[in-house]
């Protein structure tokens, strides 16, 4: 029994081995999830731009979020997508040839910090009567925004697993509205974005 | 317009006066050197004509009988000259006609700027009467678009314009401007642009690079350049052709990078692609190392990409940076302008001929020559050939003109076997394949370079989609020289369906109206050839003429182009017949 279950093991361990290779050398074409970071000035057309540049390869855009950038004027667009590799490259690429996109990176979940949040609307009285509920909004570090006689919200931020757990113990009782935010991050590496403008200043 | 007034308006629009937005418009165009520009009015873009009318001394307004043919008469004037082509036109659809022409321009880098009228700023979003969301349309097909709501924003947009068009990878912009700004007075004054933060035309040579595709270079025994139009559009045809005679490298072309250099150089082993020559086609998959240079490896020059110089070290030499690795993995890309790039490569280079290779070239262009080339230039044959018409244009114009081809296998033929002399003579639409293009093309090409030699060569498909142009020609006496070469059929097409769908010839079967009495209906000379022995002299008397001459040839119905790569197969797989 042991033995078999020694002689299992490494065989499994030469599996993964095998595997981890073949990875390895195809890792260019595995489908992955990337977060795509696009530093833009302000302009009404360019969503338009970057959404096309996803819509022609028939990419589906798992989220997208705008918002200000640590730069004044600068925008920040998060774009989350599952491709591969190679894909992002070209992807990324055809972004930055945009007039407007000052710069575009791709990470993978590993080179960044990333969350996402989420709210909830429920009905007051179950506060009440349902009292595990409370014991759910402690455990799951969600907070209320609101509480009046109707309804109470209920926010959340965190990994997608953490909502989507939240979601499932809240269900139970009856959800009025539910919504997620997309994706945000920042990444672990710099992005010298500064630099970039102030040397195009002083030239 | 004389160099004084040029520089009266130069002073005019360097202090700050009081003017409408559609004035500014003009002086704006006047100020970035427009002498010439195609488009046609309407409601929307009417206040700007109005200031076209009172500048018409100093700018020339072409109208064009379509918006379709204002874009291309726009691009023909920047293929040929170099410089921005500007289309106008109102909105709704105006602005859509010009749609094809910006994607043609975007896909073969052409720079344009478009000027659209727009429904006033309180009625858009309300469907208003020749409302459309031009820029909401235009996005995907133009390098940048904007639209101007306020008079006080057109010098900076317009001057954006002209350089996002014409700067690094050149490409089509479109500035779609509200009735109301076009109304509206401001203070003006205007200055170029000379740069825009958030956009690096011209990235920065990578000397490392350089010298490590110089090594590759240095040490191969079999290279092959591919060059495509990024040599005409970085002005680069001396560091080329420097660069090609110093290594001794065989050089092909793509169908854009046609004229960079004379057909007749030594080195010059010409066109690569579905229906280029053999040699170069052959040997991509036989050379060790393939300079590619400002070619974008399109899908008709690389066939099957699986299949495509595997056995090759790539080197890249690109403007873009998307294009890099983009469908064919490189070994060496650098960076930059074609011109640069090349003239920094140049010193590196060691000085080589590589006799027994360029002979591989030579016997294979043979074959060509028996098996394809010698019947369709010296056809035994009773019906006339598109290759022999050319062979006597080449022979009537000494390889001087410039040729503008439409579509389709005409224009297979005139690129294949025009004789250039002269760069940026070969002027076509390559990567869109827009039927329609050469005859408002060539038209644009004349007036910008009225000195030259014009002659388009079109289907009678083709020829069909914008003969109303005739009209433009024959009221600005554009002395272009059209020659359609009618084969009765839309006959790249019929090709397909001969080889590919059992010759079953669905609709593309032509009964044509008698093209000479149309010429003639619009008052331009014309002729009509059917015989072998009237063609000399009908090319002579053409090329003679001082204005424009239309002529008609009845070739052979049925023609194949050949060599020919069918869709999907290996470059090496190229067919003779
Ligand atoms: C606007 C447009 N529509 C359709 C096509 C598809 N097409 C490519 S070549 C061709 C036939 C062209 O016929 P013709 O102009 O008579 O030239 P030929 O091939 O006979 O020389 C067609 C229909 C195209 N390229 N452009």
Redesign the interface.
Known sequence: MHLQNRVWQSQSYLFCNIFSLLSFIKMDEQIKTFTISVY??NN??LL??IS?IFQ?RHINIESLTTSQSEIESVNRFVIVVNITEAQA??IV??I??Q????RAYYHTDEETIYTESCMFKIKSVLLFEEPQIQNIIKDSNSQIVTVNKEFFVLEKSGRRHEIESLRRDLNVFGIMQFVRSGRISVTKSEMKITEM?KA??N? | MNIETKNKTKEATQQTIKITGSEAIIRCLIAEGVDILYGYPGGAIMPVYDELYKFRDQIHHVLTRHEQGATHAAQGYARISGRVGVAMATSGPGATNLITGIADAQIDSTPLVCITGQVSSHLLGSDAFQETDIVGISTPVTKWNHQVTKASEIPEVIAKAFYIAKSGRPGPVLIDITKDAQFEEFDFSYKKCTGIRSYNPIPNIDIKLVEAAAELINNAKKPMIVWGQGIILGKAEDELKAVIEKAGIPAAWTILGASALPTSHPLNIGMVGMHGNYAPNKLTNECDVLIAIGMRFDDRVTGNLNTYAKQAKIIHFEIDPAEVDKNVKTDVAVLGDSKESLAALLPLLETKSHTAWLQEFKALYDIEFEKVIKDDLHPTKEGLTMGEVLNQINIETKGNAAIVSDVGQHQMIACRYSNFNITKSNITSGGLGTMGFALPAAIGAKMAAPQREVVAIIGDGGYQMTIQELGTIFQQKVPVKIVVLNNEFLGMVRQWQQLFFDKRYASTEMTNPDFVTIAKGYYIEAKRVKKREELADAVKEMIACKEAYFLEVCVEKEDNVFPMIPSGASVSDIRLS
């Open positions: 833009t000035e009404i057309g338009n731009r096309a022609r490259k070209k690429k055809q930055e040839k007039v407007e996109a000052i403008l195009f200043n030239q």
